[in-house]
């Protein structure tokens, strides 16, 4: 296992990162979520988030303004601690004024770590590198070598490399495009994405052993599966709203559909949005909302997606009924 080997700032901020650290845990730990493995409380307490932040922008009318770990006003320093230990998703790279990075807000790795249901001795793949923050929680529970998160972005990668070597934590930081897994770390026991997908790319299931588990952002929602086996696999979505960027490379990305013909408050209800994006334009907007509306206006967990042979399908309720639609 790791253990917090990563130095605290070398100024008056070293308290104020313990307390906030701890604060933020106990937030977290009120929702009940790592009531099945208080491991992952472990984790959250050890692994500084800090490390892995050391500037991050927040958006506002004028743009973005770059707070970070070194500026030479101790109160600017102080916000930028206390925001990196907020319960919020940060951004941390942008390109020509576009998001292309983020560490997402706590509360949700929390639910979708709790969620992955992880075993000691299981090998597992991150798609979506981010600043390390997640990689370094996995190799603390579950050990380096059985660590393995890739991205498409070289600097990413780099960057995420360094911050992980600062915290003292060493699992495979790969670069390579997350549609195609990573055949030569495998077989994996479970994949986790942390960027939204249009779709499940079938080379996941290929690298994964029989019976692992897959969680992913779909849409604006997180979904669970089960794969039997590298041909097929099942599960549903879970309550919990997520919300990504989008994964770059094969297998990610896609437009919005029309939204001519459909209420004002239907496309303002986020459980409604979530929808539109998973019928992913196969749907225009005035077909899902008529679905929506005849099935009494489904909640996430009323949806699910089956992969076979590499195509997946969404369905509602039942994968064997008569409400499905190809993934894009």
Do not use: K
């Not at 650290?21 to 790592?34: D, K, Q």
């Not at 190799?139 to 070289?154: E, F, S």
């Not at 990610?252 to 019928?279: I, K, N």
């Amino acid at each position: 296992m790791g253990a917090e080997r990563g130095a605290e700032p070398d100024d008056d901020t070293g308290p104020l990162a313990e307390r906030a650290r701890a604060e933020l845990v106990r937030e977290i730990a009120e929702s009940g979520v790592w009531d099945a493995d208080a491991r992952w409380r472990e984790a959250f307490e050890r692994v500084p988030r800090h490390l892995f932040v050391p500037y991050y922008f927040l958006g506002g009318p004028g743009g973005y303004e770059r707070l970070w770990c070194e500026h030479p006003d101790p109160e600017r320093r102080r916000r930028w601690l206390r925001g990196v230990y907020a319960d919020r998703p940060l951004a941390t790279r942008l390109r020509d004024g576009e998001l292309v990075s983020s560490s997402s807000q706590p509360s949700l790795m929390a639910r979708m770590l709790a969620d992955l249901d992880v075993r000691d001795g299981d090998r597992v793949l991150e798609i979506g590198a981010g600043t390390g923050y997640n990689a370094a929680l996995l190799a603390h529970r579950l050990g380096d070598a059985r660590v393995t998160t890739v991205d498409l972005d070289p600097e990413i990668t780099e960057s995420a490399r360094a911050h992980l070597a600062a915290a003292g934590y060493r699992p495979a930081v790969v670069t390579g495009d997350g549609a195609r897994g990573c055949a030569e770390r495998g077989p994996y026991d479970r994949i986790i994405a942390t960027c939204a997908l249009r779709s499940v790319p079938g080379a996941w299931l290929e690298q994964c052993r029989p019976g692992a588990r897959i969680v992913a952002p779909l849409s604006t929602g997180l979904l669970a599966l089960r794969v039997r086996d590298a041909a097929y696999a099942e599960g549903r979505f879970l309550r919990t709203p997520a919300y990504f960027v989008a994964l770059r490379g094969g297998g990610g990305g896609g437009g919005e559909p029309g939204v001519e013909g459909v209420p004002g408050w239907a496309l303002r209800d986020e459980l409604f949005r979530f929808l539109l994006g998973l019928t992913g334009g196969v749907m225009d907007a005035r077909e899902a909302f008529a679905l929506w509306e005849r099935e009494g206006r489904p909640g996430r967990e009323r949806f699910g997606v089956t992969v076979v042979a590499g195509r997946g399908w969404a369905w509602l309720d039942d994968p064997a009924g008569s409400c499905g639609w190809a993934l894009n």
